[in-house]
């Protein structure tokens, strides 16, 4: 079976579709979607291994602490070094959202990663922050190539109501995406309920921000009726299970009723120091057996999961991709068939094998957009630049916040 | 730093301990203690792929059928193939419940991994089952090294009490190990209570099985009373955090009570048919995860699962392992330290990335008894072994039994 490529799309799927162009050898390995990371913070690598025994506020407090050391420089570094990981595991196209957005920016059009990134707003509104936002989106758009724009909003209980209701504005005017965390702990609803009389979701849905392309980060303490919020709004629901787990947020995320109602839910696999993997089949994972774990049921499959870690994620960013047919992105993973993890292999099994038992190791070469930006040759490359960072952050950060 | 092994143990780690025999050079590499795989089912890899969106029964249903076809050839090439890929994942201690265990273990001896097989038994107690058992715990004795023998009981719900009674006794008259399923799912708790008035390990301790030497396997629905019980006898609690939660078996695994107690918890992937990964690292992350999720507080973490999954689950076996210490098994895996997933890595952030983001797939070399078992120049002798595996199973088992 060959698959033909042409202008950064799939023009083909079938025998003797041989073009004359660049050819890649697929015999020994498996093409699969490219995966999406829904939902992270790259340049939180700097702090990955130091923060991991506190539950969410007192995860933040350190965390805050020691993001005050980090420059452009550091975050630059940082995120190449885990956009990278994050290629090297199989992810074609990555959601973050982080503060100096326009070097996370730089690192991805250098490493010929799908990118969304852009302003994050917390606090007040303020037009100071609204116009600095808009040259952040100025700046991104001249970028243009894999580098895509959402203005992100922190948190409904870090961020004012009107801030939301202008980050929306703002999104609308410049084509950008939308991005916030919502109802991640009971704390946040509790405090929201009180302060504002409705329940996060709901406050978002009054300030005009949920639209199609608005993402809504974790869900564990959303209610049934915003669920409905949610669906009738085409907003996507981005689950994160590895980071809620692992910051012990408790909460359900009620993955069943989403898919039930049509929700788009795509997958995030969340910072590196709340995660700490950067690897999307792992995600998918744990998507299912944490669902499994809270249902009583196994009612979400290996299906369910791929479909949000590729053509979900996609959706998502208004984009036709994460599936190996015509007409599709040609944003393509191609996995080494050899793995152990993918055996014994036969067709009726590769689904279940994706998502139980392989994980971003599996992961041969990256085609994003036509181009292949990762393959064996490329990988002492990224290694070098991981390393490069690696110098930058331990000298910067030291042992600094050690907790275990 | 060096580490000096003689006689399949650890002589010394210091500066300059070069004793003139062979040596490996660890320059980019990091030691870690051998991970042991405290429960599983070798030979259900024939099985991967092909039952996964079942709950308990439904999927003992489906597996129990295609049992059927398992020939003992099959068994041992499946066998092999599981644990070479155990081996690559830097597991150098297995403790194996299956069918045809002598197959398993002649796996296991032309490989070097440590295994520790031996009859299992379920239904009734009979005399001519128990002398089956003897005569294969008899042939396990005499391959000796690295194979030693476990003496195993299937479950409170599919076996009479008088078989707990006698099997405790085979395993003491040859000085083998126990080990059975208990507390697994609420229906068990229920069928147990209903017929015998007792909850399970409460009857298995009337039956005398609770020893130090027994592993108790799964536990989700187990009571604080029969902790107690646990911890009296000093038998060993064996999770498996990936197993439950991908079958849905639902329950709690009372985690922190158990450390708490002083009771032994060692980790296990139970079969490649339930997990579907046969990976100790991920393991220890979904233990942590899990235990985070279900408590909504972070009293678990890294440590805590780097001592299951390593000196607890030599405890469980009677041996002095699991640390490179002197007077310790050189058990001994050696990773690559180049690995994307082990960065930024500094002395203080070590721990959090073997629990949090490494995986198997960053093993280079591991070492069982003083011995090279796995390197880089192994792997494709491995690869063949798998591969072979696949053309038995994929020819007996076809398309049989695939339920997505």
Not at 373 to 398: M, T
Request: a negative charge.
């Amino acid at each position: 079976m060959d698959i033909l490529l042409e202008g950064g799309v799939i023009a083909g799927v079938g025998k003797g579709l041989g073009g004359g162009g660049d050819e890649v050898d697929c015999r020994r390995l498996i093409a699969v979607p490219g995966l999406v990371n829904a939902h992270t913070h790259a340049a939180m690598w700097a702090l990955r291994g130091l923060y991991d025994e506190g539950e969410l506020m007192e995860w933040l407090r350190g965390v805050w602490e020691a993001e005050e050391l980090l420059t452009p420089s550091l975050v630059y570094h940082a995120s190449r070094a885990a956009l990278a990981e994050m290629l090297m595991n199989g992810v074609t196209a990555v959601v973050d959202m982080y503060f100096h957005p326009l070097e996370t920016a730089r690192a991805a059009a250098e490493l010929g990663v799908r990118l969304y990134t852009g302003p994050v707003f917390a606090g007040e509104a303020s037009s100071e922050k609204l116009s600095k936002g808009e040259s952040v989106l100025a700046a991104l758009a001249e970028m243009g190539g894999v580098v895509g724009r959402i203005v992100s909003v922190h948190a409904p209980y870090t961020s004012q109501p009107e801030l939301y209701r202008e980050a929306a504005r703002l999104a609308e005017r410049h084509g950008a995406l939308l991005a916030t965390h919502a109802s991640e702990t009971r704390d946040e609803v509790y405090s929201v309920k009180e302060r504002y009389g409705v329940f996060p979701v709901e406050l978002l849905e009054r300030q005009g921000f949920l639209r199609p392309y608005t993402s809504l980060v974790h869900l564990g303490w959303v209610t049934s009726w915003e669920l409905r919020l949610i669906e009738e709004s085409g907003a996507t629901a981005v689950h994160c299970p590895s980071s809620n787990m692992k910051l012990a947020t408790g909460g359900f995320v009620p993955l069943r009723e989403m898919l039930d109602a049509g929700i788009n839910v795509a997958l995030g696999t969340d910072g590196p120091a709340s995660n700490n993997s950067l690897d999307v089949f792992r995600e998918m994972r744990m998507a299912v057996l944490l669902s499994r774990n809270n249902y009583w049921h196994t009612r979400v499959g290996a299906r369910d999961a791929l479909a949000m870690a590729t053509v979900n994620g996609y959706r998502m960013l208004g984009l036709r991709g994460g599936a190996v047919r015509p007409g599709y992105l040609a944003d393509i993973v191609l996995l080494d068939a050899s793995s152990p993890r993918l055996r014994p292999l036969s067709p009726e099994r590769l689904e279940s094998h994706l998502v139980y038992s392989s994980c971003g190791c599996d992961v041969h070469t990256v085609i994003v957009g036509g181009r292949v930006v990762y393959s064996p040759e490329a990988r002492q490359g990224l290694l070098a630049a991981i390393e490069e960072a690696e110098g930058h952050v331990v000298e910067a950060l030291g042992r600094r916040g050690k907790n275990i």
